[in-house]
Each structure stands twice: as structure tokens, then as C-alpha cells.
């Protein structure tokens, strides 16, 4: 007898998604089971070549018969790196222990974890919802895009924009937060190419899932970016001053 999933019974994705997100959760304090070496070859080519990273994603779901990740190195790896990123910044421009502190705490838990997760979840709603495609027919097993790999969507995008605003960033602040119209440009230049970047990736993450369908949405906060980026130019706002004086108000 052919298996059916009926319309009104969640599917063995969602059915799985608890244990999932617990056992995620218990190997986040188990270092010897990460494997860190694959780690760095994602982020290294999620910065080069991130189409490779994605047919990766595609031989996880025949093996582990799962989109998301199983090993949480990646997020592991990014939070230490976003700290160690946090104390540079602050070793630079802080002007107190307690202070770095709040800068290290805000910037992992508000830029990275709380922000990620609003928008996994928003991605997560909007693809179960309206991107995915009409089953052909009621044999079919239903497909749903797991929170978990949203996450993972989230994170894979975010590591090449911590790469470019926070890391490049930090080399060029001192030029990017002086006054003038080259500061200015090259700043609204970098924060362009680092959000477009992300959104790019977000795209790509989802459009490897043969399930959904319309995954062009994801392009269109790009084009959104690069309408804004010269509006903000013209209005002088700088967005390195901006997120400098937003943390260090009393050092830029």
C-alpha cells in the first residue's frame, strides 16, 4: 500500500524537528564530536564559491536524509570568531571593562542569535507557507522546509558579511568613520556589497530545495539595497559612523 500524508497531519519533517533541535542543542557542548575542518572549508568557500557549499547541503539530505546541519561547529566556530572580532573593537575603542563587556554580550546575542533567529523564522514561515510547490498528487510525502535549516541558511549568509563588516571593517574604521565624501561612499560601498552578499546567499539556500518554488524573492531586498545605498550617500549618512557611535559614542 502506497504511503499518504494527509493535508491535516504534519509531516515527518516537522514531526522531527523537537528531537532534531534537542540533540543539536545537547552536541553544541560536545567540542570532540564537531568536525571543525569541514567547518573552515564551508566558510571558506561560502565566501568563494558558495554554489559548492549548497551541493554539499544536497548529499547531507541523501545521507542524513535531513537538510539542516546535525553538527552545530559552524555556529559554534562563528560565535568565537564574532567575540574575539567584539573584543578587537573594543580593545580599540571601549573605554571600560563593563562596557566591552556589553559590547561582546549585545553583539552575539543581538546581532548574531536574536536577530538570526527572527529572520530563520520569518524565512521559515514565509517558504512553508507560500513558496512551496502544490503536491501533484495525494502519494506524494509532504516536503517542509525545516526551522533548523533556515537557521543554517541564516548562518551560512551571515559569515561572509562577518567577514566584510566586521573584519574589513575593522581595518578600514579609522578611514570610514573620518568626515568627508570618501568615507562616506566607501562605507555605504561596503555595508552595499555585504547585505547584498547575504541576501544572495539566503537565495541560494533555498533555491536548492527542489520543493520550493518563486525562491527569487529572496533577491529582491538586493535590489531594495542598491536603490537605498545612493539615496544615503546623497543624505550623507554614514553607516560606519552610525553603528560606531551607536557602541562607542565617547571614542569616534
Avoid at 39 to 54: G, I, N, R
Avoid at 144 to 159: G, I, K, M, Q, T
Amino acid at each position: 500500500m502506497l504511503p499518504t500524508v494527509s493535508k491535516g497531519r504534519p509531516s515527518s519533517s516537522s514531526s522531527r524537528t523537537n528531537p532534531m533541535l534537542l540533540q543539536y542543542l545537547r552536541r553544541i557542548i560536545k567540542w570532540q564530536q564537531m568536525d571543525i575542518e569541514y567547518t573552515f572549508w564551508q566558510m571558506l568557500h561560502l565566501c568563494t564559491s558558495p554554489k559548492v557549499v549548497y551541493q554539499h547541503t544536497k548529499y547531507h539530505k541523501q545521507t542524513k536524509n535531513q537538510w539542516a546541519r546535525d553538527d552545530p561547529a559552524f555556529v559554534v566556530i562563528c560565535t568565537l570568531l564574532l567575540a574575539v572580532a567584539s573584543l578587537a573593537y573594543c580593545a580599540a575603542y571601549a573605554h571600560s571593562a563593563a562596557h566591552a563587556v556589553f559590547v561582546v554580550l549585545s553583539v552575539l546575542f543581538f546581532h548574531f542569535l536574536i536577530i538570526g533567529a527572527v529572520l530563520a523564522t520569518f524565512c521559515w514561515f514565509v517558504t512553508n507557507a507560500y513558496l512551496r510547490e502544490e503536491a501533484p498528487n495525494s502519494h506524494v510525502v509532504e516536503q517542509r522546509v525545516e526551522w533548523l535549516y533556515a537557521f543554517d541558511v541564516h548562518c551560512n549568509s551571515f559569515f561572509p558579511m562577518f567577514v566584510m563588516l566586521y573584519v574589513i571593517h575593522y581595518f578600514l574604521s579609522p578611514l570610514l568613520v573620518a568626515h568627508g565624501f570618501i568615507p562616506l561612499l566607501l562605507s555605504n560601498l561596503l555595508f552595499m556589497v555585504g547585505a547584498s552578499y547575504y541576501h544572495y546567499l539566503n537565495f541560494l539556500g533555498y533555491d536548492v530545495l527542489p520543493f520550493l518554488e518563486r525562491t527569487t524573492f529572496f533577491l529582491f531586498p538586493i535590489g531594495v539595497v542598491i536603490i537605498l545605498s545612493p539615496i544615503l550617500i546623497l543624505s550623507g549618512f554614514n553607516p560606519s559612523r552610525h553603528f560606531m557611535n551607536m557602541y562607542f559614542s565617547q571614542r569616534i
